[in-house]
């Protein structure tokens, strides 16, 4: 069993070579185009090579700020960290979004500071609370 599937496999390999050979494009009188793997005999054929062209190598754009005016590259900076603190910032607030989710599932006697009292939030309060943080969390932070 192993022999025939080595075999099968070796095969497989080196039919690639096989099928890269000529093709030939001819048209009879009749004008109708054929092609075939031989030439015919007394016409003219135009041959094509069906073996894949190695593509080309990709030009690589200019780095970087070596063309751009320094006032550019300054404007580039300040957009990269306000960039960075508002990801830092989502993030946060990601993380507090999670934490304030599992303290309203895991503790059924959740308290909340209103007016400087302390108030226990309702089963259906708490219940809609956790549906509100879990869209946020959908929303915000992926």
């Not at 080595?6 to 000529?22: D, E, K, P, R």
């Not at 957009?79 to 830092?88: G, H, L």
């Not at 934490?99 to 059924?108: D, V």
């Amino acid at each position: 069993m192993r022999s025939r599937i080595l075999a099968g496999g070796l095969l497989l390999v080196l039919s690639g070579g096989v099928m890269a050979g000529q093709i030939y494009k001819w048209v009879d009188a009749q004008g109708v185009t054929h092609f075939g793997a031989q030439p015919p005999a007394g016409q003219a054929a135009e041959s094509f090579s069906t073996a894949t062209p190695v593509p080309k190598p990709v030009s690589t754009p200019p780095a970087a700020g070596s063309e751009t005016e320094p006032d550019q590259q300054a404007i580039d900076e300040k957009v990269k960290r306000e960039v960075a603190r508002q990801e830092a910032d989502r993030k946060s607030y990601c993380t507090t979004l999670r934490t304030n989710l599992a303290q309203l599932e895991n503790n059924p006697r959740v308290r909340i500071e209103e007016a400087g009292q302390l108030r226990r939030l309702g089963e259906e309060e708490r219940q809609q609370r956790i549906s509100e943080t879990k869209q946020k969390i959908s929303d915000t932070c992926s």
